[in-house]
T-cell receptor, first 111, second 115 residues
Framework: DVKVTQSSRYLVKRTGEKVFLECVQD?????MFWYRQDPGLGLRLIYF???????EKGDIPEGYSVSREKKERFSLILESASTNQTSMYLC??????????FGPGTRLTVL | AQKITQTQPGMFVQEKEAVTLDCTYD???????LFWYKQPSSGEMIFLIY??????QNATEGRYSLNFQKARKSANLVISASQLGDSAMYFC????????????FGKGTRLSVIA
C-alpha cells in the first residue's frame, strides 16, 4: 500500500513564525504536491515537484516555498506565517501520470 | 487548461439507496484521466475510482461506478446501496495529457447518508 505521511495532524503557530510542514512517501514516486483546502474553495495547488531539487509553482505559491532534497520528502515552508494561511494542508504523491495518493493532512492555525 | 465543475454543493440520500454525484469537465486534450476522491471528516483524501478517456467500459470498483459520457463531458459517480460511512465530501478531478501535470479538482459535493 502507498503510504504518505505528514509530520503533524494539527499545528498552532504565531504570526511571523517560520513554519515547516513535512511530507514523506514510501513508494518511490517521482511527483509530489502540496495543496491547501479551504471551505468553498476546494483544493488549490501551492507547489509541486517532479524530481529531486525540482519545483514548479502552482496556483497560489505566494507566501510559500518548498524544498525537495530527497526523493521521498517534500517540505512546505511558510517563511513568515500569517493568519490568512490558516488552512488544511494536504500533501500528495504520484508515479508519473498515475493516481495521486494523499497524506492525512495538517490543520494549521496561525494566531 | 482543464476545468472541473461539480454543481451539487450538498446531497442527501437514504441508507441503502443509490446516489449519483455529478461531475462535468472541460478540456481540449484527447487523452485525459478522471478521478473521484472521498474525504471523510478526518480530512484524508481517499482515492475511489479512475476512468481513462480511451477506456471503452465504465470503471467500477465495488459499490462505486463511474458513468462516463464522453460526448457530454460528464463523469458522474454512482454509489450503490449507500451506507452511513459514505457520508463525506466527494471530489472529482482530472488530469490532461501533458507530462506530469497535477490534478485539477472540482469544489466537491458533500454527501449525507440518512438512516
Amino acid at each position: 500500500d502507498v503510504k504518505v505521511t505528514q509530520s503533524s495532524r494539527y499545528l498552532v503557530k504565531r504570526t511571523g513564525e517560520k513554519v515547516f510542514l513535512e511530507c514523506v512517501q514510501d513508494m518511490d514516486h517521482e511527483n509530489m504536491f502540496w495543496y491547501r483546502q479551504d471551505p468553498g474553495l476546494g483544493l488549490r495547488l501551492i507547489y509541486f515537484s517532479y524530481d529531486v531539487k525540482m519545483k514548479e509553482k502552482g496556483d497560489i505559491p505566494e507566501g510559500y516555498s518548498v524544498s525537495r532534497e530527497k526523493k521521498e520528502r517534500f517540505s512546505l515552508i511558510l517563511e513568515s506565517a500569517s493568519t490568512n494561511q490558516t488552512s488544511m494542508y494536504l500533501c500528495a504523491s504520484s508515479h508519473q501520470r498515475n493516481t495521486q495518493y494523499f497524506g492525512p493532512g495538517t490543520r494549521l492555525t496561525v494566531l | 487548461a482543464q476545468k472541473i465543475t461539480q454543481t451539487q454543493p450538498g446531497m442527501f440520500v437514504q441508507e441503502k439507496e443509490a446516489v449519483t454525484l455529478d461531475c462535468t469537465y472541460d478540456t481540449s486534450d484527447q487523452s485525459y484521466g478522471l478521478f473521484w476522491y472521498k474525504q471523510p471528516s478526518s480530512g484524508e483524501m481517499i482515492f475511489l475510482i479512475y476512468q481513462g478517456s480511451y477506456d471503452e467500459q465504465n470503471a467500477t470498483e465495488g459499490r462505486y461506478s463511474l458513468n462516463f459520457q464522453k460526448a457530454r463531458k460528464s463523469a458522474n459517480l454512482v454509489i450503490s446501496a449507500s451506507q452511513l460511512g459514505d457520508s463525506a465530501m466527494y471530489f472529482c478531478a482530472m488530469r490532461g495529457s501533458a507530462g506530469n501535470t497535477p490534478l485539477v479538482f472540482g469544489k466537491g459535493t458533500r454527501l449525507s447518508v440518512i438512516a
